[in-house]
């Protein structure tokens, strides 16, 4: 049993995602026909905070949604995971992810940010938070002031103030994004896909995992799960080394089930992998 059960803030988007899964994309021009459509609420910062949920913490939620007919059911995968909803109403569509899977897993995102750009930094969260990069970067900073442990998943990549990055305890890249945020300080969780992560510190690696091999369904949240799952077993007071494996192996269990918060593990079942 992890030693406590932490508490998390997660500042981030909410999103309805529209999905359509097909054998493989078309080509620039072309139309594919014989696929399937989904609808599941989305967003990364909502996926974020119901995998921290369903890893074991108590998550509250900031986000803005629309007032629309798209926002009860962007927010309906929050509310069943028994996230603490701390919500602004904005006069702009409700965050909407335009999805495409093909029969490998993989996927070609569109996003039309609506009220997630709307966000405004006029709210107040304390002890550790979680954020994105689908809001405005005023709020993300705002966050990283407030926080007292402050993780950055650097994605989408979008530039940042330097102070901001500076704040973060934990920043959570990709290849490209990390490029994109040049050199950076303190300890970085590299996702590397099907090869895993590795954590830097300081720019050194010091400590590297490989997820289960699983038969890949759908990545659309293979990386919330990975950040999520990162955070809530760093703030359990695991080691390094196991926190990572934790996260490789949650993001497998997600890609290996479709949709995006559906795919979601929970704690045991990350355990039961992580065990074996």
Avoid: W, Y
Avoid at 103 to 124: H, K, M, R, W, Y
Avoid at 127 to 144: D, F, K, N, R
Avoid at 162 to 175: G, H, K, Q, S, W
Avoid at 185 to 197: C, M
Wanted: with cysteine; charged share 20%; aromatic share 2%.
């Amino acid at each position: 049993m992890p030693p406590n059960r932490p508490q998390l803030t997660v500042v981030g988007s909410a999103n309805l995602d529209l999905v359509v899964r097909c054998e493989r994309f078309p080509l620039p021009g072309e139309t594919v026909t014989d696929a399937a459509f989904e609808r599941h609420p989305g967003g990364k910062g909502a996926n974020q905070a119901v995998a921290a949920s369903r890893l074991g913490a108590e998550v509250r939620f900031v986000g803005c949604v629309g007032r629309d007919n798209f926002a009860e059911e962007a927010l309906s995968g929050l509310r069943e995971a028994g996230v603490d909803l701390d919500l602004q109403a904005a006069d702009a569509p409700t965050g909407v992810a335009l999805i495409t899977v093909d029969s490998q897993g993989e996927t070609e995102i569109v996003v039309a940010p609506g009220a997630n750009g709307e966000l405004t930094p006029e709210f107040d969260v304390s002890g550790p938070v979680l954020c994105q990069l689908e809001i405005p970067v005023a709020a993300v900073a705002a966050a990283a002031e407030q926080a007292t442990f402050f993780c950055l998943n650097a994605a989408p990549s979008r530039p940042l103030p330097r102070p901001t990055l500076e704040r973060a305890d934990v920043i959570v890249v990709n290849r490209h994004e990390l490029e994109a945020l040049g050199e950076t300080r303190g300890l970085v969780a590299l996702t590397l896909g099907a090869e895993g992560a590795v954590l830097l510190e300081n720019g050194e690696e010091i400590a590297r995992a490989r997820p289960p091999t699983v038969e890949a369904v759908d990545g659309t949240a293979a990386g919330d799960a990975f950040a999520a799952c990162l955070v809530v077993s760093l703030l359990e007071g695991r080691p390094r080394e196991e926190a990572l494996a934790r996260a490789c192996t949650a993001g497998a269990l997600a890609a290996s089930r479709p949709g995006a918060q559906p795919s979601l593990p929970s704690a045991a079942e990350v355990d039961s992998v992580v065990g074996t």
